[in-house]
Each structure stands twice: as C-alpha cells, then as structure tokens.
C-alpha cells in the first residue's frame, strides 16, 4: 500500500456547507459529470462540481458516518506543483494545475455529544501525497479554507499513526 497524506479540516457542523462551496471554487471550470447534489444532515443542500462514487447521483448524509467525494481541485502551481506537473505532462492553467482525484471523506459525528465535522482530502497515489508534502502553496490553499470556513482547526496528517501536524487553529479536543 502506498502513501496516504491528507488535509483534515475541523469544522462545527453549521460551517460544513460554506467549507464545501468554498471547496467548489478549487473545481477545474470545464466539467465532464452532471452537478452533485448533497444533501447535509440538517438539510441544508450544496450543489457541488465534484461526484460521487464516480457518479453524480444525490447523495444525502443524513445517518451517515462518512461520504466520500471525488474531487479534482485547481492548486496554484508553486515550485513542487510545477515539478508534479512536469512530470505527469499536466498543463499549467493560469498559474494552477489541475490536481485530481483528490479524494473528500466526510465524517460526520454520530454521537450527539460531538461537536465536529472532518473534512478529510487524500491524496489518490504516493506521489500526490509527497506533492501534498512538499507544496507550500497546497498547504496555504488548505489552511485558507479552513479559516474563510470557519474551521476549528487544520491538520496534516501522513496516515502512519504518527501524531498529525496542527497547521492551523487549534486541534480539537
């Protein structure tokens, strides 16, 4: 098994549909799917540039402990994101490169006690994840979502059991 570095964002459940429209501003503008509907446990609904399960049927999160969103996000292309591109033949698009799949585990408490939601994005391959790494400007692009979301906190978190990295705010207790 390969490497599996993530960007966890901890964010209270109200800000979870701001997180993800600002999610929806990192999508590539050409789209090949349909929209996503997701539907938020309180039921609050975001129409979103990504899919599901590699299909764009609504998804409702009510009584779910997870969902997964296929994303592909426009990363603005520091030194590391142009090395990545160069060696994966990935254009340069206005100074950002169209990373994908990144992948968008959505965990959500399932004890009424629990305050927080985990916006959790993976890395797809090993050398994603030493990109997500490597990448300051990946790293600005994640810690600037969860603050304009209004997040608790952002965390990197290299999947080997190891204590993950406060990036930004605060972890959550």
Known sequence: MGLTYAYDIYLRPENV????????????PERRAPPLTVTLPGGER????FTS??????????????????????????????AYAEE???PVEDGRVQIGYVYLDM?????????????????????????????????????????TAGAVCCLFDTGDGAPERVLWGTAPD
């Open 17 to 28: 549909a701001r997180a993800l429209t600002e999610v929806a501003k990192l999508a590539p």
């Open 46 to 49: 975001v129409v979103l540039p």
């Open 53 to 82: 399960d590699f299909k764009s049927d609504p998804v409702d999160c009510a009584g779910k402990d997870r969902v997964t969103l296929d994303t592909s996000l426009m990363l603005p292309a520091d030194e590391a994101v142009r």
């Open 88 to 90: 994966g033949n990935l």
């Open 107 to 147: 965990y959500f408490p399932h004890f009424l006690n629990l305050r927080h939601v985990c916006l959790d994005f993976w890395a797809a391959t090993s050398r994603m994840s030493r990109l997500f790494e490597d990448s300051v400007a990946i790293r600005e692009v994640f810690t600037n979502l969860a603050e």
